[in-house]
């Protein structure tokens, strides 16, 4: 996260699930050729866009091969708008009027290389939601897609592509669709995902993501804490178990001659010491 990201405050817990929500999808394209930008100001008056998807590769350039992505964000366009809503939050006609208001901002805001507009065809628009918009759907039905929880959705001038999360297919990759759902089988099956897919830390930070989600649930769900923190406990203690298996000299480089022997019993230590003596 860089510096320019807002510190949010604990008193906000709606915001700190959409942040951690932006932080799964950086998660996802950080080997595409996709840039993820997260709480976009689209107005003087406050007004964050959740997440912005937007092509990195320039006009012509050859593309990097892409990951596999969750179900949904096939086909993506250049410009890539999301909003997105928790299990505390329905997904209804008001919320995509916004997402089409944010669209009209940056449209005018982010505009082409040669100072014009980007064309209407450059933007995809994208609703994320934990549970099923029941109230919306009276009105507006939504357009089944080949994708379990996947659906469109015209809306003004544009085809809206509605994620649903909780009837997404399980499948490893839909791990950061999974970890936002509001079923704990979900949940748990994304945490199975993810970890599959990331073993272990790296530069990337994808295990922020599980630590910022645990905090999350601690506050909320102390049921499903336990069971996030339980997860976590296992994984880092498979990463060692991997890591001593692997290269058990590497690991005990990084501790001092005093840190190595702190636990081991005096005699242990005095009979490898008596052996050392009489084989040198």
């Not at 100001?41 to 866009?49: F, H, I, P, Y």
């Not at 939601?129 to 759907?137: K, N």
């Not at 994984?235 to 022997?261: C, G, Q, W, Y």
Request: hydrophobic share 40%; with cysteine; aromatic share 8%.
């Amino acid at each position: 996260m860089d510096s320019d990201t807002p510190i949010l405050s604990e008193k906000d817990p709606l915001r700190l699930w959409h942040r951690a929500f932006g932080i799964a999808l950086m998660d996802v394209f950080a080997e595409a050729p996709w840039a993820v930008e997260l709480e976009l100001e689209m107005a003087l008056k406050s007004q964050l866009l959740d997440v912005a998807i937007i092509e990195a590769a320039g006009q012509g350039e050859p593309r990097q091969s892409e990951p596999e992505l969750p179900d949904g964000l096939e086909n993506l366009r250049a410009h890539n708008l999301l909003t997105y809503k928790s299990h505390h939050e329905a997904l209804t006609a008001w919320v995509l009027d916004e997402l089409t208001g944010h669209y009209v901002n940056y449209r005018k805001q982010q505009v082409a290389s040669d100072g014009k507009r980007h064309p209407p065809d450059a933007f995809g628009l994208y609703a994320v939601a934990a549970r099923y918009p029941v109230q919306l759907t009276r009105a507006h039905p939504l357009q089944s897609t080949n994708w379990d929880g996947v659906y469109d959705l015209p809306w003004g001038g544009h085809l809206m592509r509605v994620i649903v999360l909780n009837r997404i297919e399980l499948h490893p990759r839909n791990a950061a669709w999974e970890l936002f759902a509001s079923e704990q089988d979900r949940i748990c099956q994304g945490l199975a995902h993810y970890r599959a897919r990331h073993p272990e830390p790296s530069e990337e930070g994808h295990w922020e993501l599980l630590e910022h989600l645990y905090r999350l649930y601690r506050r909320e769900e102390p049921e499903m804490a336990y069971t996030m923190e339980q997860f976590l406990r296992e994984t880092h203690e498979m990463v060692i178990d991997e890591a001593v298996r692997s290269d058990p000299e590497a690991i005990l480089k990084r501790f001092d001659p005093e840190d190595r022997l702190k636990g081991l019993d005096p005699a242990t230590i005095e009979a490898w010491l008596a052996k050392q003596r009489r084989d040198h």
